[in-house]
């Protein structure tokens, strides 16, 4: 008999009985992975309590007896008593066993191995299992344990490799996963993430059973202190060594928070309430995210699947009035000029997606102190321009090319170095168009080959103001190029091919900084300063694309989309979908906080196929992949041109699109800027099949409305990123009139 991954081992010597070995040797002899375990520890108890419940065949006298002829020796004791051990058990090794331990701290039992077998022992692997329990003991022993927890093995240049697949595959026979460091940064990190937290609570508790009535303690500190101290009820015994044996890197990591701890003091004493709110927001905002890894591996292994699928059953009509969520530029705009401004702003609106969030945490990365986002609601305690903090890390930025070319303009401004990088889709896409500028106005900033991410950017060095022709409309360059220029000496320029979205010059003037539009030119002058505002951010037109479209297509609908965002630089969708025949009702035009807002109602339509003008192109530059879908649908041809930008989206949109079109049976064709896409018209359909978004959160939401007019069901691959520009987009199109189920797993690790 084997295990599930073919494991098998003839005899396993168990030294220690506690825990952490019963439950290893347990888990692999219930899988059928082992012949025989023998066991020994130095309570007899113990040994006989192991036998009576089959964890081991029989118990040795001593760890030398143990060991005998065995192939697979697990030390499982204290840290400190591992050295004594090794000598006891040393002279009875066969010469061929493996032997591994499951200590907390490796630098010292990688130092005791050395000392009783040699420098360069090769058949001792070490291991360290992150799981436990504040059990312990033979009758805690759990077979499933360690299945999916982590195992992290720290092997040597020496460590044989037969000795190390031995001890992985032992591992991975128990459901566990196993990772591979360094002896020095397995102690590192340890001591940060275990070994420092249980230093904290056996303190905490002490301090407060000490200087208090005890009855008192115990009677009303509920929730806080029972949580926080959960872990010193642990064994003393284990910890002591353990906090010995890591002393070094305990005590860097206990400095450091020692110092942290004193700065909220301080910010007590002074009633320095921002400093507070810094460093609680900043702490919640990552301990959320903890959670949400967490939640995610717990959701893995069941699913069996790597990624997020729409089923979307063909459906009828779509019909409401609802409110998408927020705009996205405008969201991010808010966060950045917030950050930079003198005083506290008060955003509402703001859009909960990945992709602003991102910006938000990069700001929160860089010591501003950022409350929320509550149900939309976000307050910023403005540092202004000159008072952002080098960040700790690279800035991590996700999905978002808004987030990093916008960035990226700031941050050649600072007196700091910082990197930037992002995932998958983001490090394909071109930042040269942002780079070059910035290196024009004396900016250093690196690129990888081909002028991706990730991007360096070296601070400290004095920009110039320059006048720069976008070579491409482009509302992140243009943005870039302008938020750079609140740095540069003297003034910067930015004249646009063709009118791109304005969000940024809006936005600048509402913080109260001066900027000049002239035809197609934008100037502003270094000099200045933001004044801290309220923003309220309208619905992302960009999101109700999809409703638009769907509403059009689909017979017997009726939609009013509420507060809509309608800045005459993004209602291109609106415009086209108009020209094709579009039902579209623009109602209540109001100005909110500097953008034009109104109410949308959209019914059915039959459309009709055009030439797209091209001046519409930038206008309606993220909402084509939802047009794509009207086009098929409409009587007649339609044919896009002067769109070669959509090829360097979050995918390439005019391929994603067209191979998604040809899966559903429409012949659309792609060109090197655009497409032509045949209607099949009033009678006519899309048929089922799968569809790959490439991770395109466009792509996939777009191909979601083409269900309103199919005869069967699509399958939408990769819609985890539907995430990044509209949280909440399938209870949201469901509510509305799809038919669309969640597959498999929100977002892969
Ligand atoms: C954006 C500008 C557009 C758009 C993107 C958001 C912005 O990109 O596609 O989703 O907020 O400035 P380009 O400027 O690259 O066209």
């Known amino acids: 008999m084997t295990t599930e991954n073919g494991f098998f081992v003839n005899r396993v010597a168990v030294i220690g009985l506690g825990l952490i070995g019963c439950s290893w040797v347990k888990g692999l002899r219930v899988r059928g992975g082992v012949g025989e375990v023998i066991g020994f520890d130095r309570n007899l108890d113990s040994m006989e309590l192991a036998c009576q419940s089959g964890i081991i065949d029989r118990y040795a006298a001593s760890p030398a007896a143990a060991v005998e002829?065995?192939?697979?020796?697990?030390?499982?004791?204290?840290?400190l008593s591992i050295r004594p051990v090794l000598e006891a058990l040393a002279p009875a090794l066969s010469v061929h066993a493996v032997i591994t331990d499951v200590g907390s701290v490796k630098g010292s039992v990688s130092a005791d191995v050395k000392a009783v077998f040699g420098?360069?022992?090769?058949?001792?692997?070490?291991?360290?299992?992150?799981a436990g329990s504040e059990r312990s003991g033979v009758a805690a022993t759990d077979e499933h344990l360690y299945c999916r927890h982590k195992v992290i093995i720290t092997p040597e240049t020496y460590t044989d490799p037969q000795a190390l697949q031995l001890v992985t595959q032992a591992w991975l026979a128990v459901g566990a996963e196993v990772e591979s460091m360094t002896v020095n940064h397995h102690?590192?990190?340890?001591?940060?993430?275990?070994?420092?937290?249980?230093?904290?609570?056996?303190?905490?508790?002490?301090?407060?059973?000490?200087?208090?009535?005890?009855?008192?303690?115990?009677?009303?500190?509920?929730?806080?202190?029972?949580?926080?101290t959960r872990i010193a009820a642990s064994s003393p015994e284990m910890w002591r060594d353990i906090f010995t044996a890591n002393r070094d890197h305990l005590l860097a990591t206990l400095d450091l928070f020692n110092k942290d701890l004193q700065q909220l003091r301080e910010a007590i004493v002074e009633n320095d309430?921002?400093?507070?709110?810094?460093?609680?927001?900043?702490?919640?905002?990552a301990r959320d995210h903890f959670s949400n890894i967490l939640a995610r591996r717990a959701f893995v292994e069941p699913m069996k699947t790597s990624s997020l699928s729409y089923l979307v059953q063909p459906a009828q009509s779509l019909s409401g009035t609802f409110r998408v969520p927020g705009d996205k530029s405008i969201s991010h705009r808010s966060i950045m000029?917030?950050?930079?401004?003198?005083?506290?702003?008060?955003?509402?609106?703001?859009?909960e997606g990945e992709d602003s969030l991102a910006t938000l945490q990069a700001f929160r990365d860089m010591g501003v102190v950022i409350e929320g986002p509550h149900r939309g609601r976000v307050t910023i305690h403005g540092v202004g321009l000159q008072g952002l903090k080098a960040p700790a890390n690279a800035l991590y930025v996700g999905n978002s090319g808004t987030s990093i070319r916008l960035l990226s303009g700031l941050l050649a401004g600072q007196q700091f170095d910082v990197e930037m990088s992002g995932d998958e889709s983001l490090s394909k896409r071109p930042m040269g168009r942002v780079a070059d500028p910035l290196r024009l106005m004396g900016a250093i900033v690196d690129t990888e080959d081909g002028g991706r991410p990730p991007l360096k950017i070296k601070g400290g060095h004095a920009l110039k103001g320059i006048h720069y022709h976008l070579p491409m409309a482009s509302a992140q360059v243009k943005s870039c190029v302008?938020?750079?220029?609140?740095?540069?000496?003297?003034?910067?320029?930015?004249?646009?091919?063709?009118?791109?979205?304005?969000?940024?010059?809006?936005?600048?003037?509402?913080?109260?900084?001066?900027?000049?539009?002239?035809?197609?030119?934008?100037?502003?002058?270094?000099?200045?300063?933001?004044?801290?505002?309220?923003?309220?951010?309208?619905?992302?037109?960009?999101?109700?694309?999809?409703?638009?479209?769907?509403?059009?297509?689909?017979?017997?609908?009726?939609?009013?989309?509420?507060?809509?965002?309608?800045?005459?630089?993004?209602?291109?969708?609106?415009?086209i979908l108009r020209?094709?025949?579009?039902?579209?009702?623009?109602?209540?035009?109001?100005?909110?906080?500097?953008?034009?807002?109104a109410d949308i109602r959209v019914r059915s339509a039959q459309l009709k196929g055009i030439h797209i003008p091209e001046d519409q192109v930038p206008l309606a530059i993220d909402e084509f992949p939802a047009i794509f879908i009207a086009?098929?649908?409409?009587?007649?041809?339609?044919?896009?041109?002067?769109?070669?930008?959509?090829?360097?989206?979050?995918?390439?949109?005019?391929?994603?699109?067209?191979?998604?079109?040809?899966?559903?049976?429409?012949?659309?064709?792609g060109t090197q800027d655009g497409a032509i896409i045949p209607g099949f018209g009033a009678n006519g359909c899309f048929g089922g099949g799968v569809i790959e978004s490439h991770g395109d959160h466009r792509i996939a939401m777009s191909f979601s409305m083409a269900s309103l007019r199919a005869e069967a069901a699509i399958i939408i691959h990769d819609c985890a990123n539907v995430a990044t520009s509209f949280p909440g987009y399938v209870e949201l199109a469901n509510n509305a009139g799809l038919q669309l189920e969640e597959q498999g797993e929100a977002r892969g690790d």
């Open 482 to 575: 302008l938020l750079a220029g609140l740095y540069a000496e003297g003034q910067t320029s930015v004249t646009e091919p063709a009118p791109t979205r304005d969000h940024t010059e809006r936005m600048l003037k509402g913080f109260g900084y001066d900027v000049q539009v002239n035809g197609s030119t934008v100037t502003i002058q270094s000099g200045g300063e933001l004044t801290a505002t309220s923003i309220d951010v309208p619905a992302d037109i960009s999101s109700t694309a999809f409703y638009m479209v769907g509403a059009s297509i689909a017979s017997g609908s009726d939609i009013t989309l509420q507060h809509v965002g309608i800045n005459p630089t993004r209602i291109g969708v609106i415009n």
């Open 579 to 597: 020209a094709m025949g579009g039902n579209i009702e623009v109602m209540n035009e109001r100005e909110v906080g500097g953008e034009p807002v």
């Open 69 to 79: 002829n065995a192939d697979l020796v697990i030390v499982s004791v204290p840290i």
């Open 187 to 228: 102690d590192e990190v340890l001591a940060a993430t275990s070994h420092l937290p249980h230093l904290l609570a056996y303190s905490l508790v002490d301090t407060l059973a000490n200087s208090h009535e005890n009855k008192e303690i115990f009677n009303y500190a509920a929730g806080g202190f029972r949580d926080f």
């Open 273 to 285: 309430t921002t400093t507070l709110m810094g460093v609680l927001t900043r702490a919640k905002a």
């Open 631 to 669: 086009a098929a649908c409409a009587e007649g041809e339609t044919v896009l041109t002067g769109a070669e930008e959509l090829r360097v989206k979050e995918s390439d949109r005019i391929q994603s699109m067209v191979d998604g079109l040809n899966v559903l049976g429409v012949a659309a064709k």
């Open 119 to 130: 420098e360069t022992f090769g058949r001792f692997v070490l291991g360290h299992p992150i």
């Open 337 to 351: 000029l917030g950050s930079l401004a003198n005083g506290v702003t008060e955003v509402t609106g703001f859009l």
